[in-house]
């Protein structure tokens, strides 16, 4: 569904060199620290801005070629509507019903109903989390096949974050081909949907793997000096210095927990993934 091969983006002080794929049918997460490249990744693949190398490919369409039914096919939520703060959701009906043939205006509005946004309020009278649905609404409510998300649930509370990824769920389990890219700083949110993350590091990819295995079989061993000493640290993926001796990142926990059945191994998150692999000396 998305293809970036041998991509590159130059800004001063800043250079973003990736490759990647996201296969259809799938949700994938793109997580990374401040200033990492994840939105100059999304504006790329959106066609935002042109690349200063290779290419990116959106459904089978150059990202600065995407025409008129790829963008029918295209739905993106970014952390502003686009819209003016002034209109009303009715407004926006209005909008929404002239731009995407396909729009299903009778399930909008239900949907807008069971969140209770407002349809004659303007935009600038929603709360933080109103208009963050508001904008996930917007993305999903034309049926698009790819599916592009920044932040979406940034800034919002326990129950307003639920609603909001419940709709992406639903979202998917209408229809298995549809694709979803999203980005989030709340690993717990990313953990819970996600089939894949990519971790971004100064404009580069430095990991990729299934949630599932960072869930199942990441790890954290905690050594004292000694310990680490005596360890095979053929799988070990980053190591910090502690006051206790090392924290040490694996995708191999399973080996150390048989072989080494006196230390401490942690599972590890996405958290720890950003932490470690970004801030590890090894």
């Known amino acids: 569904m998305i293809v970036a091969k041998n991509l590159r983006k130059n800004y001063t002080g800043f250079s973003l060199n990736v490759d990647f794929k996201i296969p259809e049918g799938r ?25 200063d190398a290779g290419e990116i490919i959106v459904m089978d369409t150059k990202s600065t070629e995407l025409g008129v039914k790829e963008k029918e096919n295209l ?22 019903r002239k731009s995407y043939p396909a729009f299903a205006e009778d399930k909008f509005r239900e949907d807008c109903a069971k969140l209770h946004l ?8 929603f709360s933080t989390g ?28 326990v129950e307003a974050r639920g609603e909001v990824l419940d709709m992406i769920r639903d979202y998917m389990v209408e229809d298995e081909t549809r694709t979803v890219l ?16 990519y971790l971004i590091h100064n404009g580069e990819v430095i990991f990729h793997e ?23 640290q053929s ?23 048989e072989n080494y059945p006196g230390i401490v ?12 692999l970004t801030g590890g000396v090894r």
Do not use: Q, W
């Open 75 to 96: 739905g993106v939520a970014l952390a502003e509507s686009g819209f003016s703060p002034y209109l009303s959701v009715a407004a926006i009906v209005k909008i929404l």
């Open 182 to 197: 999203i980005t989030s700083h709340i690993s717990s949110d990313l953990e819970s949907i996600c089939d894949d993350i």
């Open 27 to 51: 949700i994938t997460g793109l997580v990374g620290k401040n200033g990492a490249g994840k939105s100059t990744t999304i504006k790329l693949i959106l066609g935002l801005v042109k690349p």
């Open 130 to 157: 109103m208009k963050a649905k508001l904008r996930v609404l917007i993305a999903l409510t034309h049926n698009a096949k790819l599916l592009i998300m920044d932040e979406p649930t940034a800034g919002l509370d």
């Open 265 to 276: 191994v942690e599972n590890g998150n996405i958290d720890d993934l950003i932490l470690m």
């Open 210 to 232: 299934d949630t599932d295995i960072i869930m199942d079989e990441c790890g954290i061993l905690k050594v004292d000096e000694e310990t680490y000493r005596s360890l095979d």
């Open 235 to 257: 799988y070990l993926m980053k190591t910090v210095k502690t006051s206790y001796g090392y924290s040490c990142f694996t995708k191999e926990k399973r080996f150390y927990l």
């Open 118 to 125: 407002p349809m004659d309020k303007p935009l600038k009278e």
